[in-house]
């Protein structure tokens, strides 16, 4: 349990991460204003769902899966 949560835990700060670099990446090629608008707002918010969905699903899957040992012998 411990193991998914750090995995899971994981891939919110690395889409915490992509979605930063985003919002810079932005900014730099749009601006302040618009690129700030666009990168929080629209682009950031959908990265932030995104990941987070898959970070719920990551950890609900590996909390739930058979230990390695029953999975090799069926």
């Known amino acids: 349990m411990f193991f998914s949560l750090a995995i899971s835990a994981a891939v919110v700060i690395l889409v915490n991460q992509m979605r930063v670099l985003a919002i810079v ?10 690129g700030y608008y666009w990168g929080h707002t629209l682009l950031g918010s959908m990265v932030s769902v995104l990941g987070g969905a898959i970070a719920l699903v990551l950890f609900v899957w590996l909390s739930t899966r058979k230990p390695r040992a029953e999975r090799e012998a069926a």
């Open 25 to 34: 990446g932005l900014v730099n090629v749009m601006g302040i204003d618009e």
